[in-house]
């Protein structure tokens, strides 16, 4: 299907919607619960149809080794346009999601190994509970890695993911995900999640490259689950009038990888094809909310068999794993006005001998005001960056969310 196929069968889509929409004299959901619920006659499928979009303008400026700031810079850009769709199928026992990104930054990333092709699809996941407190996923998601990841990008409680997430997360792919669940005693539960996936990414069509990517979660919640599935939403806008808290740890395995992170990153090319190295990386989180204040902590570790890629005659690329440790650590309080102050420490420590780069740590103060909960914000930050052997860097961002 060609690129011109695909919008046409896009906005035919849109425009089926709206004919739907207007055609039933149902009213439309409340704000935030998607633009149009629709049910089947027989009730053997529901769809709900949302959309959302973050707006953000960010100015940088270099720090002067004599004082003062210098080489100012600024943008403003679309950074997030998604159009999502949910619900279930034959029987609520059989869910599904989809979600398309429409933005440029949602784009980016084409390649050979992407048929050249616009990164249009995010999600496309169907779930089966297909056992008690069993869960089989199946399709392209989040792979069950680090927490802030998994942490959908509008219910952040800054205005974006910290640097040990761009460093480290494991993000989408396509395989199958088995989820399960049990409590240890009437407030005690623990949730297992194991995921075998293909090992490139997102919206890969060629065949896999190297080898397989193995991803085991376990989370335990010890004084049982958070309301409104909270661990997975930054600020504490419920207000838990009990504490809560989640502690979870993830190990993941990509055998033969051949991106320099992971899943993530650029391809490792040689002469031969590709480079091929085991990559390891493990995740240790934690969430923590009562009576809005909210806790969350983070720490990431990557290692690599050989890190270094190399042509067949043993000459190196100039490619690496990023291999390394990182630690992220934020906290807010919510007053009862929605208005909430949070504060975040990143620390990134790549191995500077493979890597080539230096120690980083960065701080950054936010402000943010809740409308209409994470469905309509409006959020800044001011981030300091500091660089071992470079001069620092300031960073603001002002953002809007709404999502309907």
């Keep these: 299907m060609t690129l011109i196929e695909m919008k046409s069968v896009f906005f035919s889509f849109l425009l089926f919607s709206c004919l739907v929409s207007s055609s039933q004299e149902t009213p439309a959901p409340k704000f935030g619960n998607g633009i149009l619920n629709l049910m089947g006659q027989d009730s053997t499928w529901s769809m709900k149809i949302g959309a959302r979009m973050q707006l953000l303008s960010t100015t940088t400026w270099d720090e002067d080794p004599n004082g003062g700031l210098t080489n100012s810079t600024s943008n403003a850009l679309i950074r997030r346009a998604r159009l999502k769709f949910d619900g279930f199928a034959y029987s609520p026992k059989l869910t599904y999601k989809i979600e398309l990104g429409l933005s440029n930054r949602d784009l980016s990333g084409g390649s050979e190994f992407t048929s050249n092709a616009p990164r249009y699809i995010l999600d496309a996941v169907v779930m089966w509970n297909f056992y008690k407190n069993f869960e089989v996923w199946f399709g392209q998601t989040k792979l069950p890695g680090n927490m802030e990841r998994i942490i959908s990008s509008g219910n952040l409680q800054q205005v974006d993911r910290s640097l040990l997430n761009q460093r480290f997360t494991i993000d989408r792919e396509m395989g199958v995900q088995l989820w399960h669940h049990f409590n240890l005693s009437d407030t005690f539960m623990v949730r297992e999640?194991?995921?075998?996936?293909?090992?490139?990414?997102?919206?890969?069509?060629?065949?896999?490259?190297?080898?397989?990517?193995?991803?085991?979660r376990l989370e335990l919640f010890p004084f049982g689950k958070f309301e409104n599935n909270g661990e997975y939403s930054g600020s504490d806008l419920i207000q838990e009038q009990k504490p809560k808290l989640m502690l979870a740890g993830s190990y993941d395995i990509n055998q033969n990888a051949v991106k320099t992170r992971s899943n993530q990153g650029t391809y490792m090319v040689n002469d031969a094809g590709f480079y091929e190295s085991n990559i390891n990386t493990v995740f240790i989180d934690a969430m923590f909310k009562y009576k809005g204040f909210s806790f969350m902590g983070e720490y990431a570790y990557r290692s690599a068999n050989d890190p270094i890629?190399?042509?067949?005659?043993?000459?190196?690329?100039?490619?690496?794993?990023?291999?390394?440790?990182?630690?992220?650590?934020?906290?807010?309080?919510?007053?009862?006005?929605?208005?909430?102050?949070?504060?975040?420490?990143?620390?990134?420590?790549l191995d500077k001998i493979i890597t080539g780069r230096d120690l980083e740590n960065q701080y950054t103060l936010g402000l943010s005001k809740y409308i209409?909960?994470?469905?309509?914000?409006?959020?800044?930050?001011?981030?300091?960056?500091?660089?071992?052997?470079?001069?620092?860097?300031?960073?603001g961002r002002l953002q809007v969310e709404l999502h309907f």
């Design 372 to 395: 209409v909960g994470h469905k309509l914000k409006v959020q800044t930050d001011l981030s300091y960056l500091s660089i071992k052997n470079n001069q620092g860097q300031f960073m």
């Design 193 to 216: 999640k194991l995921s075998i996936a293909n090992g490139e990414g997102r919206n890969v069509t060629s065949e896999n490259l190297g080898g397989h990517h193995y991803t085991a």
């Design 309 to 349: 890629a190399k042509n067949s005659d043993g000459t190196e690329t100039g490619d690496v794993v990023w291999v390394g440790n990182g630690l992220n650590l934020q906290s807010g309080f919510l007053f009862t006005n929605n208005w909430e102050i949070s504060g975040r420490y990143t620390c990134i420590d």
